[in-house]
């Protein structure tokens, strides 16, 4: 909830900023409460329609304002854990892979990996930055449907001597996909490929014609209920 003034009235409203926290660096965790003050912006909207802008990105994950405060006006306390935390898991499990990966492949090898398994590019130097962005290869880092047809013919192919029912071996599929949503994140891509790819395995099951358009379709007007600007960002 955040409260702020305009013309000489006060304000209660409920929704997503961004906090940009200015000075010392701070020590944040999942679920944390962090409570700062600071001049409310929006952000820029497009200059033309269809165009790229910083309103509609933020919007596409919730974000509709930004607020910057020093870290020494900035309060931090441990908010309250969930039972079963799946944003909690996800970040467990995304570290767990960062730290295998920057074992075993150190580098520019390493960092790719990462991009390519988790989205993770954090790590990416400007020499790779630069060679992605001229080579126009930036989708393979971007988690996406490649990511997820990757993901779903090597669960396939690796359950066939395991499980012999389609249908048992779609449901575990199903599972799997949604468990990697969560470690990569519910990023508006992944997001609209794992329903395209639910969305196909439930009507191959089912025994029901399936195409990409109409999956795409049920993808993005589901993301549209959840948030109408995801589907600038998909």
Same mark, same amino acid.
């Given at each position: 909830?955040?409260?702020?003034?305009?013309?000489?009235?006060?304000?209660?409203?409920?929704?997503?900023?961004?906090?940009?926290?200015?000075?010392?660096?701070?020590?944040?965790?999942?679920?944390?409460?962090?409570?700062?003050?600071?001049?409310?912006?929006?952000?820029?909207?497009?200059?033309?329609?269809?165009?790229?802008?910083?309103?509609?990105?933020?919007?596409?994950?919730? %974000?509709?304002?930004? &607020?910057?405060?020093? *870290?020494?006006?900035?309060?931090?306390?441990?908010? =309250? $854990? +969930? @039972?079963?935390?799946?944003?909690?898991?996800?970040?467990?499990?995304?570290?767990?892979?960062?730290?295998?990966?920057?074992?075993?492949?150190?580098?520019?090898?390493?960092?790719?990996?990462?991009?390519?398994?988790?989205?993770?590019?954090?790590?990416?130097?400007?020499?790779?930055?630069?060679?992605?962005?001229?080579?126009?290869?930036?989708?393979?880092?971007?988690?996406?449907?490649?990511? %997820?047809?990757?993901? &779903?013919?090597?669960? *396939?192919?690796?359950?066939?001597?395991?499980?012999? =029912? $389609? +249908? @048992?071996?779609?449901?575990?599929?199903?599972?799997?996909?949604?468990?990697?949503?969560?470690?990569?994140?519910?990023?508006?891509?992944?997001?609209?490929?794992?329903?395209?790819?639910?969305?196909?395995?439930?009507?191959?099951?089912?025994?029901?014609?399936?195409?990409?358009?109409?999956?795409?379709?049920?993808?993005?007007?589901?993301?549209?209920?959840?948030?109408?600007?995801?589907?600038?960002?998909?």
């Amino acid at each position: 909830t955040h409260s702020f003034g305009f013309e000489g009235k006060d304000f209660n409203v409920k929704t997503k900023v961004s906090l940009n926290i200015t000075g010392e660096p701070l020590e944040l965790n999942i679920r944390d409460v962090v409570k700062g003050s600071g001049l409310l912006r929006l952000y820029e909207p497009m200059l033309f329609w269809g165009g790229w802008s910083n309103r509609g990105y933020w919007a596409s994950k919730g %974000i509709f304002a930004s &607020i910057a405060a020093d *870290s020494a006006d900035v309060e931090i306390t441990p908010g =309250s $854990r +969930k @039972k079963v935390d799946l944003l909690l898991f996800g970040n467990i499990a995304r570290e767990h892979i960062r730290k295998i990966i920057d074992k075993y492949i150190p580098g520019d090898e390493g960092a790719l990996t990462k991009g390519i398994l988790i989205g993770d590019k954090q790590d990416f130097s400007t020499d790779l930055k630069d060679a992605f962005r001229l080579s126009g290869m930036s989708h393979i880092v971007a988690v996406s449907g490649l990511h %997820i047809s990757i993901f &779903i013919i090597f669960v *396939s192919f690796g359950s066939v001597g395991i499980i012999s =029912s $389609r +249908k @048992k071996r779609a449901f575990l599929i199903i599972f799997t996909v949604a468990g990697y949503v969560v470690v990569t994140g519910p990023q508006p891509s992944i997001m609209r490929a794992a329903i395209m790819a639910v969305y196909g395995l439930l009507l191959e099951n089912c025994k029901l014609r399936r195409d990409s358009f109409s999956a795409l379709m049920v993808s993005l007007i589901l993301l549209m209920f959840a948030n109408p600007y995801m589907l600038y960002d998909t």
